[in-house]
């Protein structure tokens, strides 16, 4: 069965700290990795990842896959409490482009 | 910007009722989606469409059904609410299908409690 564990499952840092949220996968016929960040509202769109050992960037937010680990990782430097969000992960098969999510990870970042 | 917009921010309803959750989007996706989502579960597919009149089940259809008469517009069904389907519900519609290259867009969500 196909699979999308996210960890940590929740993390609380301070202002100024560097986190790395971790999302690790077992889906046949992967085709993209994405990643979401959800407020209180609607999920936003950060990155998608499709070739292993690229960095995406975005201000404080990198991303990079590793498909031999069936991993990726999201690294947020320099957090402020804007950063307090749930980190959502997502992995779209070829076959159906359907996304299947992780359960989440929750960051609170404390002044 | 993709606008996706849920009808409801929040529903309370009683066990048995009917319940409608409409969801537009106003970029002319041909794809559309409807996913729950609950603590430690994260989101889980329901139902997705592709085009006008189409539909699939998703990971947990039980329960509810949808309909797609419009482009724009996607609904989900509760056909007979249970306290089981209390939860989250986000609309998302994307342009390309199969996603290789077209990310989700999600509506604000709508907070279901069933009593």
């Known amino acids: 069965e196909d699979k999308v564990v996210q960890s940590p499952l929740s993390l609380v840092v301070h202002e100024g700290d560097t986190v790395t949220l971790n999302c690790s996968y077992e889906?046949?016929?992967?085709?993209?990795l994405l990643w979401y960040k959800q407020e209180k509202k609607a999920p936003t769109f950060l990155f998608m990842l499709?070739?292993?050992?690229i960095e995406k960037k975005s201000g404080r937010l990198s991303s990079i896959l590793d498909k031999k680990e069936l991993s990726s990782i999201l690294n947020i430097t320099a957090t402020q409490t804007g950063d307090s969000a749930i980190y959502l992960c997502a992995v779209v098969r070829v076959s159906t482009g359907k996304l299947i999510f992780g359960q989440g990870t929750t960051l609170q970042v404390k002044p | 910007d993709v606008k996706v917009t849920q009808s409801s921010r929040y529903l309370v309803k009683r066990t048995g009722e009917k319940v409608f959750l409409e969801c537009v989007q106003d970029m002319d996706h041909e794809n559309m989606f409807w996913y729950r989502q609950d603590p430690g579960l994260g989101l889980r597919l329901i139902y997705f469409s592709y085009d006008v009149k189409m539909k699939e089940k998703g990971d947990i259809p039980e329960g509810y059904s949808v309909s797609r008469e419009k482009k724009e517009r996607f609904s989900l069904i509760l056909e007979s609410a249970s306290t089981n389907q209390t939860s989250m519900y986000l609309c998302?519609?994307?342009?390309?299908?199969?996603?290789?290259?077209?990310?989700?867009?999600f509506g604000n969500g709508t907070r279901l409690t069933v009593t």
């Open positions: 499709t070739s292993s050992g």
């Open positions: 889906v046949t016929n992967f085709r993209s």
């Open positions: 998302a519609s994307s342009r390309i299908r199969g996603l290789g290259n077209s990310p989700l867009h």
